[in-house]
């Protein structure tokens, strides 16, 4: 069997260039995946926008120090005070008067319930025995 040197060098130097094609898609893929990734959690984020006058809820950082299970992370409500175009909010304590300046990530909508709903009238009776 005649086989060529030029065409071994040849097929040795496509093998080459496929194994580098192979290495630069590997090199894209996480890239790729990662964009993905971001664009699917990018689509649920909820922009959140605040009037003034608005009652909201403030997270407090502070809790995980002291780490209650049970107790609210949320403080409040608040009212919004004024709204800034780079994302700070100036809320109102409604109990003392502090006014102060939060960024709008910390905040959330305060959604309150109307005293008729939360009332629910039940008569609870005495359970009746008998003595059989």
Same mark, same amino acid.
């Given at each position: 069997? /005649? +086989?060529? &040197? %030029?065409?071994? !060098?040849? @097929? #040795?130097?496509?093998?080459? %260039?496929?194994?580098?094609?192979? #290495? /630069?898609?590997?090199?894209? /893929?996480?890239?790729?995946?990662?964009?993905?990734?971001?664009?699917?959690?990018?689509? @649920?984020?909820?922009?959140? %926008? +605040?009037? *003034? !006058?608005?009652? *909201?809820?403030?997270? /407090?950082?502070? &809790? @995980?120090? +002291?780490?209650?299970? &049970? #107790?609210?992370r949320w403080d409040g409500p608040y009212v919004v005070h004024n709204v800034y175009s780079h994302g700070a909010v100036k809320i109102l304590n409604p109990g003392n008067g502090d006014i102060f300046k939060v960024n709008d990530q910390r905040l959330k909508p305060f959604i309150e319930l109307s005293t008729t709903t939360m009332e629910e009238v039940m008569d609870l009776h005495e359970p009746l025995y008998s003595d059989d």
């Open positions: 069997m /005649n +086989f060529d &040197l %030029s065409d071994a !060098g040849i @097929h #040795r130097r496509l093998q080459l %260039s496929e194994l580098e094609e192979l #290495r /630069n898609d590997a090199y894209d /893929n996480p890239g790729i995946c990662k964009a993905k990734t971001k664009a699917y959690h990018d689509k @649920h984020i909820l922009r959140k %926008s +605040f009037q *003034v !006058g608005d009652k *909201v809820l403030l997270y /407090n950082s502070r &809790l @995980h120090l +002291f780490p209650g299970k &049970l #107790r609210s």
